[in-house]
């Protein structure tokens, strides 16, 4: 390796991938060593962000300089227990810090309106996950990096001492390739990946809506470019962020997240869980999971009465920008959406005589603890009022991947791993890393691209200097 000529390779323009281009290029500068970096990007300049780009990115902080309260324990919460302490906790002593350096690349912050439902405190940035996209690929321009779109990278190159370059499929079916010294891997999950998918999820994901235009990018590419090299892998394989969706929009993550106030039946007008059953933040995954692998045609709809457009801010609940189906009767109801009337108004009924509780008790934001008889089944634990005052309204569901959990195994340094221990030279954040089991920890996964792309960045930065500290290098 010539010192004078060290190249660092970064895979992915989301927010793994910048923040780690951006950090890398103020460490070297800082250390005055002169390193190329240049970053990869499948997409063309004006699609390039993956998910990031559309994401709202909502980020479990109290304030920026201050993490929720309870980050550590809600981590192993949601991952039932099975989440990396060390990996979490970095992400919690680091979390204030990247988002003060991210505030220095022009992202600014507020406190969002969160859909309707309280839950655990978050901000956001001014402009979304488009606003984190901009400002750094602005920052790592004006740092020298090289930002090569519509050249994904296809396979790594490994020498005795580590990594040593990565194939480039570029101009369309050439494969150039690039040497390497360092590589960090920021190419997202496999969520747009369908032989990956298939093979994960079974037959029924090849179907499974993408929820924003984004997410098409993120094709396992990193993933199986690491593990070809012999990385080990971490994370639930079985496990995917996924939000119920207006099929009928064509907006991004158009999400329809009013159904705890109402029921959902499936095609046959039966209801299927507990609507009632947490905050929605803890109840849509699971619940879009479960219509679209399990529910006839993978759909499903959300029941309300006219009293949905008295709750305060119900259309903050509501990214459609389709109008619900409403009429003056279940039945009536029942025709317009193709469902067995007969099954809708027997299941409504069945439910308007279990909620018998105080209707003042309801509360939109909060588990208001408006719970239907026991007799119901399934039961509804919150906000279950009767449905009875017309026009009634339904809005079709269906499931929208966002991410999957299955990725390369890491440590706090954001190196990968392999049964050896961390593999010379290469790197990864974000979604090609896996760490989340269970349940996706809510507004957690820019965070924690932001986090360990920057620690990335830095680490790789190290690890060159180092090299090319040695004798005979
Ligand atoms: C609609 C939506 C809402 C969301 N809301 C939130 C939220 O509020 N809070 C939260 O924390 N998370 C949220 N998420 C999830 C979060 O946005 C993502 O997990 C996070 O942004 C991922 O960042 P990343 O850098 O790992 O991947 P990405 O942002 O997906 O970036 C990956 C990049 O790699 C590129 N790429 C892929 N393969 C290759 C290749 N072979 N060569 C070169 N480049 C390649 C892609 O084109 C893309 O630019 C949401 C996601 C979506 C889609």
């Given at each position: 390796m010539n010192p004078d000529s060290q190249k660092l390779v970064i895979v992915g323009h989301g927010a793994a991938g910048l923040a780690a281009a951006v950090s890398a290029a103020e460490q070297a500068r800082s250390r005055g060593l002169r390193i190329e970096i240049t970053l990869l990007e499948k997409a063309r300049e004006a699609d390039a962000g993956g998910n990031t780009r559309w994401s709202?990115?909502?980020?479990?902080?109290?304030?920026p300089d201050r993490l929720a309260p309870g980050f550590e324990e809600d981590m192993q919460r949601a991952s039932g227990g099975l989440a990396d302490r060390d990996y979490f906790r970095t992400l919690a002593e680091n979390a204030a810090a990247t988002l003060g350096w991210l505030g220095m690349q022009g992202v600014s912050f507020d406190t969002p309106v969160y859909y309707l439902s309280a839950g655990p405190p978050r901000i956001q940035p001014v402009g979304g996950g488009r606003a984190i996209i901009d400002r750094l690929a602005e920052a790592a321009a004006k740092s020298a990096v090289k930002l090569r779109y519509e050249s994904p990278a296809i396979r790594l190159r490994m020498g005795e001492g580590g990594v040593s370059g990565v194939e480039v499929r570029s101009s369309g079916r050439d494969v150039t390739v690039l040497d390497a010294d360092a590589v960090i891997l920021a190419?997202?999950?496999?969520?747009?990946d369908v032989t990956m998918m298939r093979k994960h999820?079974?037959?029924?994901?090849?179907?499974l809506k993408l929820?924003?235009?984004?997410?098409?990018?993120?094709?396992g590419d990193g993933i199986r470019m690491a593990m070809d090299q012999g990385a080990s892998i971490s994370g639930d394989w079985n496990g995917m962020h996924i939000e119920p969706i207006d099929?009928?929009?064509?907006?991004?993550?158009?999400?329809?997240?009013?159904?705890p106030y109402g029921i959902v039946a499936d095609r046959d007008g039966r209801r299927f869980f507990?609507?009632?059953?947490?905050?929605v933040h803890e109840t849509w995954e699971a619940f879009a999971r479960d219509i679209h692998f399990s529910r006839p045609n993978s759909i499903a709809y959300a029941i309300l009465d006219s009293r949905l457009f008295d709750?305060?801010?119900?259309?903050?609940a509501i990214r459609s920008d389709v109008a619900p189906h409403q009429a003056g009767t279940i039945e009536e109801l029942a025709m317009l959406i193709g469902i067995p009337a007969r099954n809708l108004k027997a299941t409504i009924d069945a439910y308007n005589a279990a909620a018998t509780g105080d209707p003042a008790k309801f509360d939109a934001a909060r588990s208001d603890g408006l719970a239907a008889d026991r007799t119901l089944q399934p039961p509804k634990s919150n906000w279950a009022r009767a449905i009875v005052k017309p026009p009634y309204v339904a809005y079709p569901l269906v499931g929208g991947i966002a991410y999957t959990f299955g990725g390369l195994a890491t440590n706090s340094n954001a190196e990968v791993l392999s049964e050896q221990g961390p593999m010379p030279g290469l790197y990864a954040a974000g979604e090609t890393t896996g760490h989340f089991y269970g349940t996706a920890p809510n507004a957690v996964a820019v965070l924690r691209a932001l986090v360990f792309g920057r620690i990335a960045g830095r680490q790789a930065v190290d690890y060159l200097q180092k090299q090319a500290a040695q004798p005979g290098r």
């Open positions: 709202p990115s909502y980020m479990r902080m109290a304030a190419s997202g999950g496999f969520q747009g999820f079974g037959p029924a994901a090849e179907t929820i924003s235009p984004g997410t098409r990018f993120d094709t099929p009928r929009s064509q907006h991004s993550a158009a999400v329809v997240l009013v159904y507990d609507e009632g059953g947490g905050l709750i305060i801010g119900y259309e903050r």
